[in-house]
C-alpha cells in the first residue's frame, strides 16, 4: 500500500512539472515600434495624398476635355494603383445610388449632347441595377436589371477577359437588363422588353468615386450623389 503511495505521488509530482513548464512564459520587453512603424504610416500617407490628387486631376480632366479619352484612360490606369479597395464587386460602398460625371456611352451621351437631360443617375441596390435619365422638361427613361459578381469554385480565380492585369472575381459584376420605361409626361409612359447583359468591372472605387470598365469596352465614372 505504501509503494502505491509514493508511486502515485510521484505521478502527482511530474504531472505538476509538466503543466508549470506548459503553461509558463516570458513576457517579451515592450517595444512600441510593433504598433506604430514611421515609414509604413508615411506611406499610407503618401499614398492617400496621390489618391486625392489623382481624383482631383480625373474629375477635372472629364469636366473640362472630355473628348480626350486617352488622356482620361492614363489617370485611371494610375488611380487603380493608388485604390483603396480590392474586392470593389462585393463592396458595400458599390450600393448606393451614384451621379455620372463622365462616360463613353453613346446612348447615354446622346441625352447630354442634345441637352435632353441634365442628370443622369444609377442606383445599385442588392442585386438589381437602376439607371435613372430624368428629361429637363419633364418626364424620364427608366432602366432596371439584376446584378450579379463573380464567385470563384473552390477558391479558384476567374481571371480577366476583359480589363488587362485583373482579377476578374474582385471587381466584375455582370449585369442584364430586364425592364424600361419611358415616362414622357403627359404623353403617357411606355414600357419596353429587356435591353441587354453585359459586365462592368469597377476597377476604382471609395466613399465619393467609382470608376467602371465594361463589356462594351466603355468607361463610366461616377460621383456619390
Request: with cysteine; hydrophobic share 35%.
Amino acid at each position: 500500500m505504501k509503494r502505491v503511495q509514493q508511486l502515485h505521488f510521484r505521478f502527482l509530482l511530474i504531472l505538476a512539472q509538466y503543466i508549470y513548464v506548459c503553461t509558463s512564459f516570458i513576457v517579451a520587453p515592450f517595444n512600441s515600434f510593433q504598433f506604430f512603424n514611421p515609414s509604413i504610416f508615411l506611406k499610407e500617407k503618401n499614398a492617400e495624398k496621390k489618391r486625392v490628387e489623382l481624383k482631383k486631376a480625373l474629375l477635372k480632366e472629364c469636366r473640362t476635355n472630355g473628348n480626350n479619352r486617352e488622356g482620361i484612360e492614363k489617370l485611371i490606369k494610375e488611380l487603380k494603383e493608388f485604390r483603396p479597395i480590392e474586392s470593389t464587386a462585393t463592396s458595400p460602398l458599390l450600393q448606393r445610388e451614384w451621379l455620372l460625371v463622365w462616360t463613353t456611352e453613346k446612348e447615354i451621351n446622346l441625352f447630354i449632347d442634345w441637352n435632353i437631360s441634365g442628370e443622369i443617375t444609377q442606383t445599385i441596390k442588392n442585386n438589381v441595377l437602376s439607371n435613372d435619365i430624368q428629361f429637363q422638361k419633364g418626364g424620364s427613361l427608366s432602366v432596371s436589371g439584376s446584378l450579379e459578381s463573380i464567385v470563384p469554385n473552390d477558391g479558384e480565380e476567374v481571371r480577366n477577359t476583359g480589363s488587362k492585369d485583373e482579377n476578374s472575381s474582385l471587381i466584375r459584376t455582370n449585369f442584364e437588363f430586364e425592364s424600361a420605361t419611358l415616362d414622357l409626361a403627359k404623353w403617357g409612359s411606355y414600357n419596353f422588353p429587356p435591353l441587354g447583359k453585359g459586365w462592368f468591372d469597377t476597377v476604382f472605387l471609395d466613399e465619393d468615386l467609382r470608376v467602371d470598365l465594361n463589356s462594351r469596352d466603355d468607361i463610366l465614372i461616377c460621383t456619390s450623389s
